[in-house]
């Protein structure tokens, strides 16, 4: 007869189900994809030794907007801009809704 596990008492729900819970986890998702979004630019831009004036430049705008595309900080860029910007660095951008396996799995109790 095989032993059943234990579970863990110290085990509790996961960090997102922790963000839900205190209501930030919108904000912090939102977060961690503008800091993704931003380091890619960045690296793209690196990549192809393409200083901020010139990338301002293909994407017709100014330096300050594109810094604004490039802070992590500043989750207010649309998505005209943001398409613009990867454009620039010869990319696209792909957007997609992905349904949430978890609160599919409560709706269906």
């Known amino acids: 007869m095989a032993k059943s596990a234990k579970a863990n008492p110290h085990t509790g729900s996961n ?4 963000l839900k819970e205190d209501g930030i986890f919108e904000q912090v998702q939102a977060r961690a994809l503008k800091r993704a979004l931003a380091e ?5 831009m690196q990549s192809g030794k393409l200083s901020k004036v010139k990338m301002a430049q293909r ?3 100014s330096r300050s907007q594109l810094d ?3 802070d992590p900080s500043n989750l207010s860029i649309q998505l005209d801009t943001l398409i ?22 409560h709706s269906a109790l």
């Not at 890619?40 to 793209?44: G, H, M, P, V």
């Not at 696209?92 to 799995?105: C, F, H, N, P």
Request: charged share 40%.
């Open 68 to 70: 604004r595309v490039l």
């Open 40 to 44: 890619q630019l960045d690296d793209a």
């Open 15 to 18: 960090f997102d189900d922790f």
């Open 84 to 105: 613009k910007a990867a454009n620039a660095v010869g990319r696209t951008v792909e957007i997609r809704l992905k349904r949430d396996a978890k609160r599919m799995r």
């Open 59 to 61: 994407m017709a705008t």
